[in-house]
């Protein structure tokens, strides 16, 4: 399960249009159904009806919408008062880089960049190492 899976799901759902809810999450029409797809293979049911356009949900879909939307308002609200409580998105740099570059260069910047803002306190980074889809998607989601 993934997060991103419910929010495709969501966006599906307002739109009912796989290929306007894929261009709306940033990503092609193939790879945007294959993930509704990971997520009803997930929950063992179907949850849009496919026959019709534009598409509908299914009676198991208009119940998982509602816990959907739920989930990930909660998630969002989680994060962001946590972030905002306890003062941990502070003073913390957050990168999202290919492979390469994360293994090759961040670790020395993220060294020089500590060494020159020592006197400033202590400095947190976040490095997400990932494909390209995905950096993107965590740059598009604010992540």
Request: proline fraction near 4%; hydrophobic fraction near 45%; charge should be positive.
């Amino acid at each position: 399960m993934e997060l991103k899976w419910l929010e495709d799901f969501i966006s599906l759902a307002r739109s009912g249009s796989f290929s306007r809810s894929a261009t709306e999450r940033h990503v092609t029409q193939p790879a945007f159904s294959r993930r509704i797809q990971a997520l009803e293979l997930w929950l063992g049911v179907a949850l849009i009806d496919r026959s019709a356009y534009p598409t509908r949900l299914t009676p198991a879909g208009r119940q998982f919408r509602e816990v959907a939307e739920e989930t990930v308002r909660q998630l969002h609200a989680v994060r962001q008062g946590l972030q905002d409580g306890t003062g941990s998105g502070a003073g913390t740099i957050s990168v999202a880089a290919l492979h390469s570059p994360a293994l090759t260069f961040f670790p020395r910047w993220f060294a020089a960049i500590q060494a020159r803002t020592a006197a400033l306190g202590s400095l947190g980074s976040h490095l997400l190492p990932d494909n390209f889809h995905n950096c993107m998607q965590a740059f598009v989601e604010g992540g």
